[in-house]
């Protein structure tokens, strides 16, 4: 929730210390091919048991959540492209039993990453522009310890959002995106020995401020 109260206050600070483009030259400025944007932020995660064990569950909490994404603009309203989102997350404090038979906590390296294509439509073009967004992805993720190694999981999700765009110039914006994410997941195989099964929910649901960045003219 920090993280989210800094996001909104970086887009306050920037909204009035650099001069927003006016709408009288958005109208006269071509439309441009291409987007790139690259977003961070934080939200909430809907798995409440990552390891699967009945002694201690450990749910899913993000501590960042990275998305990048780039798309090829059809026209004022329609964009087709891809992208990639994720969290990230380090679980401590966890007891294990390593292959020595020794007893000891251990910290995990968690990351929940959706790779997919997706469409947007922009429903109005100006200084502000807001949009939404859906996507088809295919999940993959790492759990990762320095004694265990690594464990990845696949699997796929849908995933979509609202946000708007605060055009600086003809290439340059800034946007805030309201996302989430809904899937199903598994582990190549379980976590500990005693774990109940393999399965990872990878729902997740955020919000991300953006740098975009706009080239060439159609």
Request: proline share 3%; charged share 15%; glycine share 10%.
């Amino acid at each position: 929730m920090k993280l989210i109260f800094v996001l909104f206050l970086f887009l306050f600070s920037i909204s009035i210390t650099i001069k927003i483009l006016p709408q009288s030259l958005v109208n006269e400025q071509s439309l441009q091919k291409f987007e790139v944007s690259v977003g961070f932020g934080s939200g909430t995660a809907f798995e409440n048991d990552i390891f699967k064990t009945e002694i201690e569950k450990v749910k899913a909490s993000p501590e960042a959540i990275i998305n990048f994404a780039m798309h090829y603009i059809i026209d004022p309203n329609l964009s087709f492209g891809f992208l990639l989102e994720g969290y990230t997350q380090t679980v401590g404090d966890v007891a294990v039993t390593l292959p020595s038979g020794e007893l000891k906590n251990e910290t995990f390296d968690l990351a929940c990453i959706n790779i997919g294509v997706d469409g947007r439509w922009t429903f109005s073009r100006g200084s502000f522009e807001p949009y939404g967004f859906a996507s088809i992805n295919l999940v993959n993720g790492t759990l990762q310890n320095n004694f265990l190694g690594n464990l990845s999981m696949t699997g796929v999700s849908i995933g979509g959002g609202l946000g708007t765009k605060l055009n600086f110039s003809q290439h340059w914006a800034v946007a805030i995106e309201a996302i989430g994410f809904l899937g199903t997941a598994k582990w190549k195989q379980k976590v500990f020995t005693n774990s109940t099964g393999t399965s990872f929910n990878p729902s997740h649901a955020g919000l991300t401020l953006a740098i975009v960045y706009r080239w060439g003219d159609m």
